[in-house]
């Protein structure tokens, strides 16, 4: 999958999110990826062509169901930064 763009999304757009989207660009820098603009918003922005690649904790999966499994990336934990890298991995085919 050709990720250019990440969307991290919780209730409000600014707690929770802001810290996956902090955590991500840690990630990222660490697998060497280069060019993914990363952002975080409420999961009401979250829509088909928003993002190349969603990123929500578990209890919030729900709210997101009209983008297609493949895009998104649920976390059991958000805080968990070696779940998150796992996950990013898989989806990005690294």
């Known amino acids: 999958m050709q990720v250019r763009k990440i969307m ?3 209730g409000s757009g600014l707690g929770s999110s802001l810290m996956v989207e902090m955590n991500i660009q840690d990630a990222l820098k660490k697998m060497g990826v280069e060019g993914v603009e990363v952002v975080h918003s409420t999961t009401s922005d979250v829509h ?3 993002a190349d690649l969603f990123v929500v904790g578990r209890d ?3 709210f997101i169901k009209d ?3 493949e895009d998104v990336v649920v976390l ?3 805080v968990d930064k070696n779940e998150l890298e796992q996950k990013l991995r898989e989806k990005m085919g690294l």
Do not use: E, R, S, T
């Open 48 to 50: 088909p062509g928003a």
């Open 60 to 62: 919030l999966a729900d």
């Open 67 to 69: 983008v297609p499994k």
């Open 76 to 78: 059991q934990n958000i």
């Open 8 to 10: 991290c999304a919780c």
